[in-house]
């Protein structure tokens, strides 16, 4: 899907989004998952930052991710890994042409994006499709109506999100929590 996608909008409230995690952060998550040998867990590594390609391909137009800022204050991989991985983000908004980020702040409270990540993606000829993910497997959902339900709930959490210039904004802030 990644690479047949013009056009991601991705929401995360646990992580920061496969295609924007620096390799150490990447590690972290595989490391912290005691069910996989080092042998997959290097593998899932080598994948992970193989699709992070897809951000300077020539079929994605537009990242735009929207991020919980618990995910930015979650101590994965510890202190020096999430300054890097929140400069990183920081980096890739402020700079990249293709990534926009949103930050929703904890001061948001409850509201809709809590129910779950998801990607809805965009592909050649327009057509959207929705991607949840969950411990078991991924999901692939086309039926119209419920790809204009998670619509709906992308549009409520943009609506709880800082403007990207206040996100890059708190990413500083954050990453200036994690010396």
């Known amino acids: 899907m990644l690479r047949e996608a013009t056009m991601l909008r991705w929401y995360e409230h646990g992580w920061v989004p496969g295609l924007l995690q620096t390799e150490a952060y990447v590690r972290a998550v595989y490391a912290c998952n005691d069910r996989i040998s080092t042998e997959e867990a290097e593998r899932r590594v080598v994948r992970r930052l193989e699709q992070q390609r897809v951000l300077d391909g ?28 929140v400069l ?34 965009r592909v050649t000829g327009g057509e959207e499709v929705v991607y949840l993910d ?10 119209e109506t419920d790809i204009a339900e998670v619509r709906d709930v992308w549009e409520a959490i943009l609506g709880e999100a800082l403007a990207p210039q206040q996100s890059i904004d708190k990413l500083m802030e954050v990453a200036e929590t994690w010396i």
């Open 58 to 85: 020539e079929n994605l137009s537009l990242l735009v991710a929207t991020l919980d800022e618990s995910v930015l204050r979650r101590p994965i991989g510890g202190p020096k890994v999430m300054r890097e991985q």
């Open 134 to 143: 969950n411990q078991l497997l991924g999901q692939v959902v086309a039926r």
């Open 88 to 121: 990183h983000l920081a980096n890739l908004a402020a700079e990249h042409p293709r990534v926009r980020l949103h930050v929703v702040p904890s001061s948001a409270g409850a509201y809709a994006g809590l129910d779950g990540p998801f990607i809805i993606a």
